[in-house]
T-cell receptor
Framework: RKEVEQDPGPFNVPEGATVAFNCTYS??????FFWYRQDCRKEPKLLMSVYSSGNEDGRFTAQLNRASQYISLLIRDSKLSDSATYLC?????????FGKGTSLLVTP | GAGVSQSPSNKVTEKGKDVELRCDPISGHTALYWYRQSLGQGLEFLIY????????KSGLPSDRFSAERTGGSVSTLTIQRTQQEDSAVYLCASSPGRGTYNEQFFGPGTRLTVL
């Protein structure tokens, strides 16, 4: 069983929609959590960190529930440029453990 | 400033040949990581360097894979006697060091194709 599990999607949403991604992690010792974004044939780039208190960055809101070992990402007012694969990541010790990613396609 | 760079960007090789992949981390970053991403798969951790030492090599898929880092900077991932299942994108990342918060910055990757 993979350490970080995500729904692969794809999620097809119209511009302006709100979309939510979820992921679960199995290692309760994981210390930090992140969402990375990966565009087609590009390297992953950090989108945002995830804190238990929840954090917001513009249209993006991330939330961590340690009790349920559950991480979420909410994107409001989707833009065409948000189309990408979103990777849920758990950090344990030194290595990042990546989920397989959730594919998002925002359509006009 | 300059980000993580990797070379070559693409490598096509014949089964059984050896290949070397190079990573230049961000200047001053002490931690360096290798991952690979196969088609339709998530990123798979291979090896981690803190300085020139590799505390954890458990992610290397087989003894055909080895990596080294010299001068606390450049790293080379070597695959001997390549097999078709080695075809993947090999990504290198660096970070300022260990800690509870550990943003890793990725290079553009080397796309390896084994024929």
């Amino acid at each position: 069983r993979k350490e970080v599990e995500q729904d692969p999607g794809p999620f097809n949403v119209p511009e302006g929609a709100t979309v939510a991604f979820n992921c679960t992690y199995s290692n309760s010792a994981s210390q930090s959590f992140f969402w990375y974004r990966q565009d087609c044939r590009k390297e992953p780039k950090l989108l945002m960190s995830v804190y238990s208190s929840g954090n917001e960055d513009g249209r993006f809101t991330a939330q961590l529930n340690r009790a349920s070992q559950y991480i979420s990402l909410l994107i409001r007012d989707s833009k065409l440029s948000d189309s990408a694969t979103y990777l849920c990541v758990a950090f344990s010790g030194y290595a990042l453990n990546f989920g397989k990613g959730t594919s998002l396609l925002v359509t006009p | 400033g300059a980000g993580v760079s990797q070379s070559p960007s693409n490598k096509v090789t014949e089964k059984g040949k050896d290949v070397e992949l190079r990573c230049d981390p961000i200047s001053g970053h002490t931690a360096l990581y290798w991952y690979r991403q196969s088609l339709g798969q998530g990123l798979e951790f291979l090896i981690y360097f803190q300085g020139n030492s590799a505390p954890d090599k458990s992610g290397l898929p087989s003894d055909r894979f080895s990596a080294e880092r010299t001068g606390g900077s450049v790293s080379t991932l070597t695959i001997q006697r390549t097999q078709q299942e080695d075809s993947a994108v090999y990504l290198c990342a660096s970070s300022p060091g260990r800690g509870t918060y550990n943003e890793q910055f990725f290079g553009p990757g080397t796309r390896l194709t084994v024929l």
